[in-house]
């Protein structure tokens, strides 16, 4: 049985309001600890809005977030890294003039303890060891000295990951990962959230519906603003209500 402490993110009736819009609509998810859990939705479903208020980007006009039962709600998302949750983005947000290497140093600068947080970035031993680790563990040794902006489509968006990963977060939401990337980038990125997964919680929003149905435990449809279903991928796909608004009638 699956007790609370087996919930590491959650939001209560969350909901955000455009003028007379309800973008999203009282939505009630628990993502429990491990695992991919993915969050689908046609056009205009309130996808990226419901990411934005969960990551700070957007605060809510009603109802709640938490990450492992500590209230969340509306905090910056530059705070949010320290609590635990890392975010990438649908567009690649990196230092395009800053080395692969230089770029992972500096995320994994809130690794040190606050005494070391106004000195040279180069004296950030436990930094700098993180960076490496990540160099390697992404296979951009090769491209360590390179600059960020000069990187192909795919490899910026393994950086961007790994940059995500760099401060050790508990949960880790990613948004679109594969956008815009070839076939076989699209399956490379495929097999690391799936091997990210063994050690972290991944919360993939993601419009490919073939790579959410192959590596999510858990799917999340949403609708107009509104949860749909939530299931296993299956029994998700297999919903009338699901094929008629996110796959069509047939």
């Known amino acids: 049985m699956n007790s609370a402490d087996d ?62 039962g500590r209230e969340i709600t509306g905090t910056p998302t530059h705070k949010l890294s320290a609590m635990g949750l890392s975010r990438s983005f649908q567009i690649t947000n990196l230092f395009p003039q800053s080395t692969v290497f230089e770029n992972l140093r ?19 031993k436990r930094a700098e060891a993180k960076a490496e680790a990540l160099v390697e563990r992404f ?28 401060c050790d977060p508990k949960i880790l939401i990613l948004d679109e990962p594969t956008q815009g990337m070839s076939h076989t980038d699209t399956e490379d990125a495929s097999r690391m959230v799936r091997d990210l997964s063994k050690e972290i ?3 993939l929003i993601e419009h490919d519906i073939d790579i959410v149905m192959d590596l999510s435990h858990t799917v999340i449809v949403l609708a107009q603003g509104r949860k749909l279903a939530e299931g296993p991928p299956a029994a998700v796909r297999a919903n009338k209500d699901v094929q008629t608004a996110y796959f069509g009638a047939h």
């Open 7 to 68: 919930i590491v993110l959650e939001t209560r009736g969350l909901s955000v309001n455009f003028g007379g819009l309800k973008a999203v609509d009282n939505v009630d998810i628990a993502v429990r600890r491990g695992g991919i859990t993915s969050i689908i939705g046609p056009n205009g479903a309130g996808k990226s809005t419901f990411y934005n208020l969960v990551t700070g980007a957007i605060r809510p006009t009603g109802g709640q977030v938490f990450l492992d």
């Open 106 to 124: 500096l995320a994994a600068h809130a690794l040190e303890p606050w005494s070391l947080s106004l000195q040279p970035v180069g004296r950030a």
């Open 139 to 166: 296979g951009l040794g090769s491209k360590a000295t390179e600059m960020a902006g000069h990187l192909s489509h795919g490899e910026q968006r393994r950086l961007e990951i790994a940059v995500a990963l760099a």
């Open 201 to 203: 919680t991944i919360v």
